[in-house]
């Protein structure tokens, strides 16, 4: 276990700083794309590579969620007093999360086919707004991610082997006790 001196230490906790950033970086990367969905030729020379940029720094944020030896005080103050409440309001982000990890392969190939036939499609029509449901989606897979590793848990499908979801006869998982300055 790498000590906080060690090198390795300071990575991975600038690997963690830079994970929270996520949300920050969906907001962003959506922004930036609404130049490109109204087809306003004079903004896309600067937003088109910044949202690129935005797309490749969210994915990348999501490494905080396969770190090794992860303990993250911010990740603890992000799921607050009562995170079995919060997990329970957002089934359908872990329903979304578990479909993705089930088959990978095909998670990737419809993303990069999506890509493909997206641009395609823009080029032969000319219709930009056919970005949109890529990028919500590509959003969505990010942020699903994210939100499912911050609860796992008090993830209900993780809890019943990845199907059903929540069907109030499991046990609840007590809230953990409140993160406060140095308790870690």
């Known amino acids: ?15 963690a700083r830079f994970g929270h950033s996520l949300p920050a970086l969906a ?4 922004v930036l794309s609404v130049p490109s969905w109204l087809h306003i030729d004079a903004l896309y020379p600067y937003t088109s590579p910044a949202c690129f940029i935005a797309a490749i720094l969210m994915f990348l ?10 303990d993250c005080q911010r990740c603890d103050r992000a799921r607050g007093h009562t995170p079995q409440d919060v997990a329970d309001r957002q089934l359908w982000t872990f329903w979304f ?34 970005y949109i449901p890529l990028d919500l989606g590509f959003t969505a897979m990010c942020w699903s991610t994210w939100r499912h590793f911050l609860f796992a848990p008090w993830c209900a499908y993780c809890r019943d082997g990845g199907g059903g979801g929540w069907d109030g006869d499991h046990e609840r998982i007590p809230d953990p006790e409140p993160v406060g300055q140095g308790t870690r």
């Open 27 to 30: 907001a962003l990367t959506l």
């Open 97 to 130: 999360s578990h479909r993705l990890d089930e088959q990978p392969s095909l998670t990737w190939g419809c993303l990069i086919a999506g890509v493909i036939v997206t641009n395609t499609a823009v080029h032969v029509t000319g219709v930009t707004l056919l």
């Open 61 to 70: 944020s999501l490494t905080h969620t396969v770190l090794p030896e992860h």
């Open 1 to 15: 276990m790498a000590t906080a001196d060690h090198p390795q230490r300071r990575v991975l906790d600038g690997v």
